[in-house]
């Protein structure tokens, strides 16, 4: 796997990513987000780099230092990030879709900061379900049969089965999943890849070496279809 990795397996590829958690505003200083740190997101991005792509990440709010030579660009919510990836997204042989895009975002956000109520009243949120980036990219690769889409998903049971089936019902090549509370903000993970075979583990280490190993999966996987 690392002899192939240095090989530079995407050298002249082109692969967008996304990263992290997003934030959905309730007012000016509230927010809903999640539990992910965007780790495993920015692993990617540095190992595509390092196998020679053409990297573009587009992430959520994170406490993490851009990996070397990727572009990166900076959202806050689902609905930024969709622009963002729609505006990123022609061109791209490779799309990997790491980021915790939140389901729903708030239907009620208040343009003024909300004030405590005297009579102790609480605020009622209601919400509206974001688009779901993975599938437009998924929907858009009809065409051009490009970019070769990977999705990720966090369950917290029965990973065998949910994994085959969200990986179907995305229209997906490939979808990488893992248990949810195993790797938010952790340092390493295992995880699992689905594809038409069905599925293989990759067993427990550090993210930057199964970001390593990942990248070799995709770029074998492209080889094979290209040929
Ligand atoms: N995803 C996305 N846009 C969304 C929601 C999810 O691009 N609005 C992507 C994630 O980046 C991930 C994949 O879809 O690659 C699966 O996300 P996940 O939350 O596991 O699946 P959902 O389809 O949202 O289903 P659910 O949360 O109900 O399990
Ligand atoms: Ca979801």
Redesign the pocket.
Known sequence: VIASFQAKVLAGKRVLI?AGPTFEAIDPVRGITNLSSGKMGYAIARAAREAGAEVTLISGPTALATPHGVRRTDVQS?RQ??DA?MNAVGGQHVF????????WRVANASAQKMKKQDDGATPSLQFE?????????AATTSVSGWPYC??????SENLVE?GAI?RE??GIPL??GNIGHQTFGQDDNSIMLFDDQGHTVLPRADKLTLARQLISEIAKRIEQRSL
């Open positions: 996304t689902a990030m969709h990836v990997i879709s790491v980021a915790a895009v939140a389901d379900q974001n688009a779901d980036i993975l599938a437009s990219v990977v999705g990720f998903a966090a369950e949910y969200k019902k995305k979808l990488v």
